[in-house]
């Protein structure tokens, strides 16, 4: 029973971190747009990072 008076103030403290937590990334707009990070998996970026052909590098 004497465990009690020290989990339920315990217990409130991780609910108070978790509730500050979850304020704080509202307000920093972490939940603005959920879709487009989904979708920038589908863009292909590779292109600018690939090295460009020369016109001495074809062998006919």
Known sequence: MQILYLLIPLSLLLLGTALA???????????DDLDSPAHKILYDDDLDKMPKKKDSDKHD
Not at 21 to 31: D, E, M, S
Request: charged share 20%; no cysteine; net charge positive.
């Open 21 to 31: 937590g979850l304020v704080w990334a509202v307000r920093k707009g972490q939940y």
